[in-house]
């Protein structure tokens, strides 16, 4: 694990080094010593949605500046059920720069 | 910057993408990552810096490109819950894993093209599906 964050909603999420190098860092090379335009996103993100298909998971977003332009930096996580202490723990499953929502998901926070 | 795109750009962008020299064609790397149930086709080869842009079929975005961000070019495309809703809808999409890149959910082994077809007609061919063109 390379990174630990803390979402509003007080949930932890976890960034995993495969997650991180082998597949953000090579599909998305721009992002590579940009993690923490992630971790902006997952702690201070304008907006938390449901994903379209997956029901565990949630799609964080946050406008970010990236090569001097404006854009929108999505990250997906992907929930635990709660463990035994009632902590709710996610996975970053992958994260990229955008330029919009994606339709089909529905506001979970704020 | 590109806000989005529709459906029906695709034939032109991926028109555009065949339009390349034979020898940049060859450079299409496609991969996909089982943990986040996403497919990428990289129609130059990967290393350029992008953006990913939506392309709406009017009520959901079933594909994403990803535009280079000084030419504002498309250089690839993403698809997110590939295997989820992606392939269901589109079913001759699944033959682009053939040859592609596999990130497993618990070991990453990247795999090598088996097969002598021309891998960006292929992807082109399968995408008539979407687009409505004919076969």
């Not at chain 2, 390349?20 to 790397?29: E, F, I, N």
């Not at chain 2, 040859?99 to 990247?110: D, F, M």
Request: proline share 7%; charged share 25%; net charge negative.
């Amino acid at each position: 694990m390379i990174a630990t964050w803390v979402d509003p909603l007080d949930r932890t999420v976890l960034l995993y080094e495969d997650t991180w190098y082998d597949h953000v860092c090579v599909e998305h090379p721009n992002l590579h010593d940009l993690i923490h335009l992630v971790q902006v996103t997952i702690e201070h993100p304008e907006r938390i949605n449901f994903d379209a298909a997956f029901a565990k998971r949630e799609s964080y977003y946050r406008p970010v500046w990236l090569a001097k332009r404006r854009t929108l930096m999505k990250v997906s996580v992907e929930f635990d059920a709660p463990d035994a202490y009632d902590q709710i723990v996610g996975t970053v499953v992958t994260a990229y720069p955008t330029v919009s929502v994606k339709q089909g998901e529905t506001r979970r926070w704020p | 910057m590109a806000v989005a795109y529709e459906l029906t750009d695709l034939p032109k962008i991926l028109t555009t993408a065949l339009a390349a020299p034979k020898h940049d064609r060859a450079a299409l790397v496609r991969s996909y990552d089982e943990t986040s149930d996403t497919f990428y086709a990289h129609f130059f080869g990967r290393g350029f810096s992008t953006y990913s842009v939506p392309v709406s079929d009017g009520d959901t975005d079933p594909l994403l490109v990803l535009v280079e961000t000084d030419s504002d070019r498309v250089v690839g495309m993403q698809i997110e819950h590939f295997l989820r809703s992606f392939v269901p809808s589109h079913p001759r999409a699944a033959q682009w894993l053939a040859g592609a890149e596999w990130r497993s959910a618990s070991r990453r082994a990247p795999t090598r093209p088996t097969t002598d077809a021309d891998p960006m007609q292929q992807l082109v061919d399968s995408l008539s599906d979407l687009t409505g063109a004919a076969d």
